[in-house]
């Protein structure tokens, strides 16, 4: 998987937390969960389950912590693909 | 000088009704909300019957956003929702979206337990180390104040937003407890109601009690009987009552739909003792509570046109008929018409209270006296205490003008109201 169809899954996974719809239109890698999508903070823990789930990967508590912008997460996800 | 509290909005979410105007519908005609349960039958409770809100996912949707419903279980909660929202916007009030929260509207919404299924889920989770997986709603649904704190977030309430509860009294105590913070001026508006969760989860425990209605599983609407010769124990109800308790003074500058006033109440226990225990109530601290009520509300006896009691359909009915003649000095042909809305709901416990206050408001606001089903067989201890003609069978077209309400608790704990009809 390419990193544009992993952002792409990634943004069908975000879609019911955020309360943004325009900043949810024009996602990049430098989108902030919090602070661009205005996704409740407790909500960040469902999108860790859902990420688990979709890919099939296990993400740790230090890991997550990290995983605030499209960014990050990209990153963590590809690295969790990979050790596979 | 004390504030006089009115009602200026009413919600429900009751097995033989959703929404106010389905429900006044099935009071009026003796419907019954009370169904076969094939989850009982299942799990082979000796009771198969319940009184359950039918709820569609289409009436969810409108109350709750697609978020919200991620993972969502808990009946209580949804029930509370839909009857807290229905009354407040049947008040004529607004869900802004502002800065800052309404400072002077708080809720006072009761439970017994919250979110009992969503809480069954999460044991079974938990069990099989999966704790991480939870997901992020888990407290939220599962606290007891679940069902105010959904409430306060979605209405933006600024004053008091609790939970109480006390059994099969917390929906009659909630509306005590909003009487009384208006009442004192610290709030000018009130959400008070209570919710029961639904599901052989939060019933099994009154089916091992064998408290509940065994010999109807066949005939589930002629099931709950009270005041019956052949009650034999109480149908497990659910669902919601709201109603929005305000200050007359605000009420009047809105131009609110006043239903009733409240002109006081009483909230007591006996202590279990004397004939009290954990499970029966004493006999003096009910009629204390109703005699405190009168007291309270500055009236006789005699003024009460009827009575809406607790009366669940268990043994313990001629009892409670036995304490309002004794409380109210009346008896025979003298005594109030008296009725019960579980006869058509089941026992809804921590709901019970508010949804038949919500019963009772409607009463005295469209003048009618809802008729009492399945006790054409009125039990005998009861037609030596009252006139049998004081048990309407059907609705009566009368024009009630206080109604005098009354809800009784495990822990013997005890709360009445005394509702008029509002005159300026």
């Known amino acids: 998987m390419n990193k544009e169809e992993l952002i792409a899954q990634l943004k069908v996974i975000i879609k019911p937390y955020t309360t943004n719809t325009e900043a949810y239109d024009n996602l990049t890698e430098e989108t902030d969960f919090i602070n661009d999508l205005n996704i409740n903070s407790a909500n960040l823990v469902d999108i860790i389950l859902d990420i688990e789930e979709a890919f099939d990967v296990v993400i740790d508590n230090t890991d997550m912590e990290r995983m605030l912008d499209v960014k990050t997460s990209v ?10 | 000088m004390k504030k006089r509290v009115v009602i200026t909005g009413l919600g429900v979410a009751a097995p033989n009704g959703v929404g106010i105007p389905a429900f006044t519908k099935a009071l009026k005609n003796g419907e019954s909300g009370i169904r076969h349960d094939a989850q009982l039958e299942q799990l082979q409770f000796s009771c198969q019957i319940a009184g359950q809100p039918q709820i569609s996912d289409e009436l969810k949707s409108q109350y709750f956003t697609e978020l919200e419903l991620r993972g969502f279980n808990s009946t209580g909660i949804l029930y509370g929702v839909i009857a807290g929202i229905e009354a407040w916007k049947d008040a004529g009030l607004t869900i802004e979206n502002n800065e800052n929260p309404d400072w002077d509207s708080g809720t006072i919404f009761g439970s017994g337990t ?5 809480f069954r889920e999460s044991i079974y989770k938990i069990d099989e180390l999966q704790v991480r997986r939870l997901g992020s709603t888990v407290v939220a649904q599962t606290m007891n104040s679940g069902v105010s704190a959904y409430l306060g977030g979605k209405l933006g309430l600024g004053n008091q937003v609790s939970t109480n509860s006390s ?3 917390t929906g009659t105590e909630a509306i005590m407890m909003a009487f009384d913070r208006i009442q004192s001026g610290q709030a000018k508006r009130i959400l008070a109601g209570s919710t029961g ?9 009154f089916d091992a009690l064998r408290v509940c209605s065994s010999k109807y599983n066949d005939n589930p609407e002629l099931g709950s009987r009270p005041m019956s010769g052949s009650a034999a124990g109480f149908v497990p109800g659910s669902g919601a009552g709201a109603l929005v308790i305000e200050e007359l003074e605000t009420a009047l500058e809105r131009g609110a739909t006043i239903y009733a006033e409240i002109l006081g109440g009483n909230v007591n226990s006996g202590g279990q003792r004397g004939n009290g225990s954990m499970t029966a109530p004493n006999s003096t601290a009910v009629q204390r509570c109703i005699t405190g009520a009168l007291n309270n509300a500055g009236i006789a006896a005699t003024q009460i046109d009827a009575i809406n009691g607790h009366l669940t359909a268990t043994t313990k009915d001629s009892l409670e008929i036995e304490n309002w003649t004794k409380a109210l000095g009346l008896s025979g042909a003298d005594f109030p018409h008296i009725n019960s809305l579980k006869s058509m709901t089941g026992h809804c416990l921590s709901a019970a209270g508010s949804i038949e206050s919500v019963a009772t408001v409607l009463q005295l606001h469209e003048g009618f006296i809802f008729g009492n089903t399945n006790c054409e067989d009125l039990h005998p201890e009861i037609t030596a205490l009252i006139d049998p003609l004081k ?3 059907k609705t009566i077209n009368s024009n009630p003008d206080i109604i005098a309400k009354a809800s009784f608790g495990f822990g013997d704990v005890n709360a009445s109201i005394i509702f008029k ?3 300026k």
């Not at chain 2, 919250?114 to 969503?118: C, P, R, T």
């Not at chain 2, 969760?197 to 425990?205: E, F, L, T």
């Open chain 1, 75 to 84: 990153e963590i996800i590809e690295t969790k693909l990979a050790a596979k």
């Open chain 2, 114 to 118: 919250s979110g009992i299924d969503k």
């Open chain 2, 167 to 169: 059994a099969c009294a």
């Open chain 2, 197 to 205: 969760d639904s599901g052989p989860y939060i019933w099994a425990g």
């Open chain 2, 391 to 393: 048990v309407p069978l």
């Open chain 2, 421 to 423: 009809k509002f005159q």
